[in-house]
């Protein structure tokens, strides 16, 4: 167990709509990532915020969003959604500190599967 | 930007068989980790190496830091289907921007170990 919880485990939805994923990070851990994992791929790294602030963009699209609550706990947002947003999406945490190369290690939840149909 | 590439893509074994997983970029990172992932699963954190030419062992698994910090590599001996997986490397910046402090994560060998 990472310490990591997301929810919900399995999303299924049609295209065009919209959904949240909701991730809790590990107990101390300030920064969370969230990452896109289609079939086949590697991690697409798509955003990071530190204690509620966020502080790096990867390739997000525009429909996605994300935020990261005084409780530390983070949401990302997908809304229009189409086929090709069918993937794992996982949410990272670890103690990193934006300006310092130490404690970067990353822990992983189990990941939400969404499938668009 | 930073980019990671591993090597090879894939790789399919007889249990017994040793290999090595390469991970390369032509740039420096400050720490190289390598991730460990099951089908469904959320990668795990296998070990971080931090010093040039710096080697660890974990089991069966033994782990390098190329001396100038832009490579790694990952060597299995006597794999075992326990072992089959998604093997990730991801580098830690050398300097961290006041943006981020993110991983570069490579794409990934997937290793399977037949019976």
């Known amino acids: 167990d990472s310490g990591v919880t997301q929810t919900p485990k399995h999303l299924i939805t049609a295209t065009g709509q919209r959904v949240t994923l909701r991730c809790s990070p590990r107990?101390?851990?300030?920064?969370v990532y969230w990452y896109q994992q289609s079939l086949d791929q590697g991690l697409q790294f798509l955003i990071q915020?530190?204690?509620?602030?966020?502080?790096a963009k990867g390739n997000i699209l525009e429909r996605f969003s994300a935020q990261q609550f005084p409780d530390l706990h983070s949401e990302l947002n997908l809304s229009s959604l189409e086929l090709g947003d069918s993937a794992l999406y996982f949410c990272?945490?670890?103690?990193?500190?934006?300006?310092?190369?130490?404690?970067?290690?990353?822990?992983f939840g189990q990941g939400t599967r969404l499938t668009v149909v | 930007t930073q980019l990671l590439e591993q090597s090879p893509q894939f790789l399919s074994i007889q249990e017994g068989e040793n290999l090595t997983v390469y991970c390369n970029s032509s740039?420096?990172?400050?720490?190289l980790q390598w991730y460990r992932q099951e089908p469904g699963e959320g990668p795990v954190l296998l070990v971080t190496?931090?010093?040039?030419?710096e080697v660890k062992k974990l089991k069966r698994l033994t782990f390098q830091f190329g001396d100038a910090r832009k490579d790694s590599s990952l060597h299995i001996t006597a794999a075992q289907p326990g072992d089959t997986g998604l093997y990730l490397c991801?580098?830690?910046?050398?300097?961290?921007?006041?943006?981020?402090?993110?991983?570069?994560f490579g794409e990934g060998t997937q290793l399977t170990v037949n019976p």
């Open positions: 915020y530190y204690n509620g602030e966020e502080r």
């Open positions: 990272a945490s670890s103690v990193g500190v934006p300006g310092l190369s130490q404690g970067t290690e990353a822990f």
């Open positions: 190496v931090v010093t040039g030419g």
């Open positions: 740039s420096v990172f400050s720490s």
């Open positions: 991801a580098g830690a910046p050398l300097v961290t921007t006041t943006s981020g402090s993110r991983l570069t």
């Open positions: 107990s101390g851990d300030l920064s």
